[in-house]
């Protein structure tokens, strides 16, 4: 069966909050001002915080659950 340019399964959206992110950070010990600083961090070239990459990773599997049959 050929899928191609077919969606296979679709997620519900989640929002990444700053506590989302700064209780990721002392778990993980990531504690990059780019991450938990928003003052420092809206100086930068995102203009504020950023989600930890690993972060960003530990939430296909939620996002799995959801989309696949």
């Not at 989640?14 to 780019?34: C, K, R």
């Not at 599997?61 to 989309?67: G, I, Q, R």
Request: glycine share 10%; aromatic share 8%; net charge negative.
């Amino acid at each position: 069966m050929v899928q191609i340019g077919q969606e296979i399964g679709v997620s519900r959206w989640f929002e990444i909050s700053q506590e989302h992110i700064d209780t990721f950070a002392d778990v993980t010990e990531g504690l990059q001002f780019i991450q938990v600083d928003p003052d420092k961090a809206s100086g930068t070239l995102f203009g504020g915080t950023i989600a930890h990459g690993f972060l960003t990773l530990s939430m296909l599997s939620v996002m799995a659950e959801d989309a696949l049959p």
